[in-house]
């Protein structure tokens, strides 16, 4: 399996080349994209025995020592069995044709999707109905998040997420899929969030955290990775801590989801005083940066020009890392017309940090194939900030990780590999 935090790591599943049709800007471009989707699904790799995939790296503050030898991250990883709940094609009716004698099984219609408010679950007992969450909490007004036009986009995109940590505490995941597919992402990453929270609490070593990435959440690794840095955040933890056996590469994304949790829950501290959590090194705080540049699409409700001076109050050394967030954030998330991201790609570009904007954007791109959804706020953000369709700007996560070779697991890796994706997009534009 490769361990790339992009493109060639995806999940079996059915119709996971069909983009999600909508009204923003570029939503012809998935037409073309549903064949890319479909082809990259049927040539990729499973992440079905995550937990095989250890690594090797000397115990640093506050983490703890797996002692567990790397596995070759390329070695492809055999699919596991179909799985029971997958749907099972009906019989096509023919006009005209008799009906037979015998009934057979009934079929009932596809469940219509719903918003993340509307699903209902079943609040549990015990620790985990202690950790319930109340979707209210993500209301922008009481946190003084900036309103704007964009707002019950984001604020939706949040409650998907506080609804993928209920369905899990819940033991209810699987219902994360009765949600619109342009929002299931966000809700596997509180799903994520929950699975690495009670595994710390109970001390399992990382047992559901596993189980969510090798079964219902294995077209999602990336935005699990992202949740479990929120459950150290909200345990008072740093990321890694107690959990083995995640992905070698997409473990330090914990990092940015740590960040994104501080400047939502901390903003006065981390936005305004601009402070970052301790016991960091540098290339940790600035995969915090990444996480607490997405969080500021939030903070500044998707507004291109309030983003763009909100990264200028920050000191130049980390404006880097947060215009790759934003970038993740805009393509990803969306929730800005194509006036407003060519406004963000000049305003990196007179900062010196265009290339980071495109590396965001590229992840997110990657995020979106993986998971079979690509939504139309994705397809034309991609042109937009990185002058390159969805495939091609996905790609470039590919390229630099086979330039790292095998064994790529440490926080250097992870830079370098951010880094390849950058080079990637100027080699591009130099060939061009």
């Known amino acids: 399996m490769s361990n790339a935090e992009g493109t060639r790591t995806v999940a079996q599943g059915d119709g996971a080349g069909q983009a999600a049709t909508g009204e923003a800007p570029g939503a012809d471009r998935i037409r073309g994209t549903d064949r890319i989707v479909a082809r990259r699904v049927a040539d990729a790799e499973i992440t079905a025995e995550m937990d095989r995939v250890p690594w090797a790296e000397e115990a640093e503050a506050g983490?703890?020592?797996?002692?567990?030898?790397?596995?070759?991250?390329a070695a492809p990883i055999a699919p596991g069995p179909p799985s029971p709940d997958a749907p099972v094609p009906a019989a096509t009716a023919v006009p005209g044709a008799s009906t037979p004698a015998t009934p057979g099984p009934a079929t009932s219609a596809p469940t219509p999707p719903v918003d993340p408010a509307e699903l209902e679950l079943t609040r549990p007992r015990g620790l985990p109905g202690l950790l319930w969450q109340d979707l209210a909490q993500v209301d922008s007004g009481p946190r003084r998040f900036r309103l704007g036009p964009a707002r019950e986009r984001l604020e939706t995109a949040n409650q998907s997420f506080l609804t993928g940590f209920n369905a899990m505490v819940a033991g209810e995941v699987e219902r994360i899929d009765d949600l619109h597919e342009e929002l299931r992402g966000f809700a596997y990453e509180g799903a994520g969030m929950a699975c690495a929270t009670l595994d710390v609490l109970t001390i399992t070593g990382g047992r559901r955290l596993r189980g969510l990435l090798s079964g219902q959440g294995m077209r999602y690794p990336h935005l699990v990775h992202l949740g479990t840095g929120w459950a150290y955040a909200r345990l008072g933890l740093r990321p890694m801590w107690g959990i083995?056996?995640?992905?070698?590469l997409l473990r330090w994304l914990a990092f940015d989801g740590f960040g994104f949790h501080q400047g939502f829950f901390a903003t006065d501290r981390t936005v305004g005083r601009q402070r970052t959590a301790g016991l960091m090194d540098r290339t940790r705080r600035a995969i915090f940066d990444q996480g607490l540049g997405r969080m500021l699409w939030f903070h500044e409700c998707a507004g291109a020009d309030d983003v763009i001076l909100r990264i200028a109050e920050f000191p130049p050394g980390?404006?880097?890392?947060?215009?790759?967030?934003?970038g993740m954030a805009a393509t990803y998330t969306g929730?800005?017309?194509?006036?407003?991201?060519?406004?963000?790609?000049a305003a990196a570009s007179e900062d010196g940090f265009r290339a980071h904007l495109v590396q965001g954007s590229a992840f997110a791109c990657a995020c979106r194939l993986i998971s079979g959804i690509v939504p139309g706020h994705t397809a034309a953000a991609a042109p937009t900030l990185c002058g390159a369709e969805v495939d091609e700007a996905a790609g470039w996560t590919d390229s630099a990780l086979v330039a790292l070779g095998h064994n790529a697991h440490s926080g250097d890796h992870y830079q370098a590999w951010r880094a390849g994706i950058r080079k990637a997009w100027a080699r591009r534009n130099r060939d061009s």
């Open 318 to 326: 980390r404006r880097a890392d947060l215009w790759s967030g934003v």
């Open 335 to 345: 929730g800005a017309d194509t006036a407003g991201l060519e406004r963000l790609s």
């Open 244 to 248: 083995r056996s995640v992905h070698p």
């Open 63 to 73: 983490e703890a020592v797996y002692g567990e030898s790397v596995s070759d991250p």
